[in-house]
């Protein structure tokens, strides 16, 4: 799964996963934004899998574009 990365006008970063609308999370850091939104998508993708709904093919977990 793509992950989106910017840094906010405020400083913050903000990391996405396009796949998972609405799975987004900020950070004071570049890392630390990433850590949190992938902990988030894990999180929604073990939900749905628990109740049944679809989940997105899976090549690799995570990628974040240089």
Same mark, same amino acid.
């Given at each position: 799964m793509k992950i989106e990365v910017e840094?906010?006008?405020?400083?913050?970063?903000? @990391?996405?996963?396009p796949e998972l609308p609405g799975v987004m999370a900020y950070g004071p850091t570049k890392a630390e934004a990433i850590a949190c939104v992938e902990a988030l998508a894990l999180r929604v993708l @073990?939900?749905?899998v628990e109740h049944g709904e679809e989940v997105p093919a899976l090549r690799q977990v995570f990628a974040v574009p240089a």
């Open positions: 840094r906010e006008a405020d400083g913050r970063w903000i @990391a996405e996963v @073990a939900d749905r």
